[in-house]
């Protein structure tokens, strides 16, 4: 079983930042592929940012590109997510995710076998 769990969430303003991490309890980690998803009030799960296991390929969703950078630190089994200049549309349940996998990263949460429990993300105007 791979559990996972997030931390770093919380109340910002918007301009604000906030750094997520996501702890993977389970050894290869390096072998996974890494995303992060977010789930707005009342509205679907939108794909976030996915890294491949070796990092060397960032994927981004058109709303966070430039603003948002996913990385990974496999000697940690950590995976994290700087959030830069957020915006209240930014305001979600935010969930890292993980896919046992040599493919590369994928966009849609259907690809992804574990999920953590979430953390939220409040930005105020």
């Known amino acids: 079983q791979v559990q996972l769990v997030e931390s770093g969430g919380g109340l910002v303003q918007a301009g604000g930042s906030l750094r997520l991490s996501c702890v993977v309890f389970?050894?290869?980690?390096?072998?996974?592929?890494m995303a992060w998803f977010r789930q707005p009030p009342g509205k679907e799960r939108e794909f976030v940012a996915a890294?491949?296991?070796?990092?060397?390929?960032?994927y981004y969703g058109d709303s966070v590109k430039g603003r948002f950078t996913i990385s990974r630190d496999n000697a940690k089994n950590t995976l994290s997510l700087r959030m830069n200049s957020l915006k209240p549309e930014d305001t979600a349940v935010y969930y890292c995710?993980?896919?046992?996998?040599?493919?590369?990263?994928?966009?849609?949460?259907?690809?992804?076998?574990?999920w953590g429990q979430g953390t939220q993300v409040t930005v105020s105007s």
């Open positions: 890294i491949s296991w070796n990092g060397a390929s960032l």
């Open positions: 389970r050894r290869a980690f390096s072998q996974y592929v």
């Open positions: 995710a993980a896919r046992a996998t040599a493919a590369p990263p994928s966009y849609s949460d259907y690809d992804y076998e574990y």
